[in-house]
């Protein structure tokens, strides 16, 4: 999986490639480590997002938890596939999806 992280003052936006799995989650959990000191918009970009497992889906929550306390996170350009397992998994209703 590829992580694209672009710091644009107090927004953070995260490009994601490949799929995101009990393998690549932990990637992405030491990539949102200490990058979310500081933003208050935490942008998401499932564009290039073949595949999610439950394993990602913990990552998600738990940026999903740590940016309500701080600002907002939303959570981009979502596929029929990934947007099938938010509905089914209720997340489609925890996150900001756009």
């Known amino acids: 999986m590829n992580i ?4 644009d003052e107090n927004k953070l936006s995260i490009s994601l490639e490949g799929r ?11 990539a949102l480590e ?5 933003v208050s918009e935490l942008v998401i970009d499932m ?3 073949d595949y999610l497992s439950s394993a990602g889906l913990r990552i998600l929550l738990g ?3 740590s940016m309500n306390k701080q600002g907002s ?3 981009t350009n979502v596929n ?3 947007m099938e ?7 489609a209703d925890i996150l900001t999806i756009e």
């Open 4 to 7: 694209i992280k672009i710091m």
């Open 20 to 30: 995101l799995d009990t393998t690549t989650a932990p990637d992405l959990e030491k």
């Open 34 to 38: 200490g990058s979310l000191d500081g």
């Open 47 to 49: 564009g290039g997002l």
């Open 63 to 65: 940026a999903q938890k």
């Open 73 to 75: 996170m939303k959570v």
């Open 80 to 82: 029929e596939t990934i």
């Open 85 to 91: 397992i938010f509905e089914v998994t209720g997340f």
